[in-house]
């Protein structure tokens, strides 16, 4: 179940998991499930919920499911297919027919015992591929702009005026009070942003569980985009049953400061090693995102990573973007994509491409810059908006990805 702290129209929004696609949602729009108009057990136990439950058992599609749906026509395993292996295999997790059985039974769902927590759009960097409503920071620039442009570059950057409100869930008395007691029962949290490593809401919520006993029992899963690892993240993370970090990087060098500004990545690299040297015990991953920008330079990306798996194990579990249309892969015309085939596939020379997800990944991938379909609708989008931000953060896609400048370079 997923807590958001940037859902739209109404931020604190409740969906059914953290892969929710809410603007295809048929189900959930307008009966008020937000952390300021219903309670987490009044969602869970809705007709609503109930309905989704019945669909799903009856393999009948949910239209909020659509990005799994997507993913999985395309031959990748999606995150409910992920999820439902995953929990076969949590010995602590219940018997999922058991819980299906006592539902049916008697109309009541157990309560939830996996939770996804967005408790703030709070974050110190502003991707070029994020939303406002997920970072502080990339709010105000975009602010900027359409004050400096005209209201419509809103259309443009997707920028809305609430996205100026720094939510801090930590501060719902009603919300943390029902999270805190539902630790007990509790097996899994992922926590994400935002960047919650900067959230003292965040250090609050999981020392609940040190304090009251329950930690040894919970598994934490973790977004961080790896510029804020503090002395007292790393020591946090040794108090739980298991731990899974998963690292937002997005390219190496000028790649990721470029993206993900104002990154350094010294300091990311510097980070890495930190929190290696220092913790022993949480499983790693990294988790690029896949877009227009870091396509030409995936090879030394899973290099970089390949070279540290000698250290200590990284999985790598990339995203290839969905959304905005304008930094999609496939928007590229065919004539650029063809370009990355050859690199890609001496990706699957690399000894980390053995790896199940990223090897799906890849192939995925791969069928994508394959497919002559066109659909160039959205190149012009993507210079005018990659021009913008070049102006704003003085950066200059020529001379940070000249790879990809050289097959772009006639439509600038």
């Not at 790896?226 to 298991?242: A, E, G, S, Y």
Request: proline share 5%; charged share 25%.
């Amino acid at each position: 179940m997923m807590v958001t702290a940037s859902g739209k129209p109404v931020r604190g929004e409740y969906w059914p998991c953290c892969n929710w696609t809410p603007t295809q949602d048929d189900i959930l729009p307008g009966k008020g499930y937000d952390v300021e108009n219903s309670t987490i057990e009044q969602f869970w136990q809705s007709d609503e919920m109930n309905l989704i439950r019945n669909k799903m058992l009856e393999g009948k599609p949910v239209s909020g499911c659509t990005a799994c749906y997507q993913e999985e026509r395309m031959g990748t395993a999606s995150l409910r297919q992920q999820e439902n292996k995953g929990w076969s295999r949590m010995r602590e997790m219940p018997p999922i027919n058991e819980v299906i059985d006592r539902w049916q039974e008697t109309g009541v769902c157990d309560q939830p015992v996996s939770l996804d927590i967005n408790f703030s759009s709070l974050c110190n960097l502003k991707c070029r591929m994020c939303f406002s409503g997920l970072s502080s920071e990339l709010a105000k620039e975009q602010k900027t702009i359409v004050d400096d442009h005209g209201w419509e570059w809103k259309g443009h950057l997707s920028w809305e005026p609430t996205d100026m409100e720094i939510i801090d869930h930590g501060k719902n008395t009603k919300l943390m009070t029902e999270l805190y007691d539902m630790m007990k029962n509790t097996k899994r949290i992922y926590l994400k942003g935002g960047e919650p490593s900067l959230l003292q809401t965040m250090y609050n919520y999981l020392d609940y569980p040190v304090d009251q006993g329950y930690a040894e029992n919970i598994q934490i899963k973790f977004n961080t985009n790896m510029t804020n690892v503090q002395k007292r993240f790393v020591q946090l993370m040794d108090k739980f049953r298991k731990v899974d970090l998963t690292m937002s990087i997005d390219g190496i060098g000028d790649v990721q400061e470029y993206i993900r500004a104002p990154s350094k990545w010294s300091s990311i690299s510097k980070n890495i090693t930190y929190f290696i040297e220092n913790n022993d015990r949480a499983d790693l991953m990294v988790s690029p995102c896949w877009q227009i920008y870091n396509l030409f330079n995936i090879y030394e990306h899973l290099e970089w990573f390949n070279e540290m798996n000698k250290k200590r194990k990284v999985e790598v579990t990339p995203i290839i973007l969905d959304y905005p249309m304008h930094f999609r892969i496939d928007s590229l015309p065919y004539e650029i994509r063809k370009h990355a085939v050859m690199q890609i596939k001496q990706c699957f020379k690399l000894p980390i491409a053995s790896q199940p997800t990223l090897f799906k990944k890849l192939y995925t991938l791969l069928k994508m810059l394959e497919d002559t379909k066109e659909n160039d609708e959205y190149i012009d989008k993507f210079v005018i908006v990659t021009k913008m931000y070049d102006k704003y953060r003085k950066q200059s896609i020529e001379n940070s990805l000249p790879e990809l400048y050289k097959h772009v370079k006639k439509y600038f």
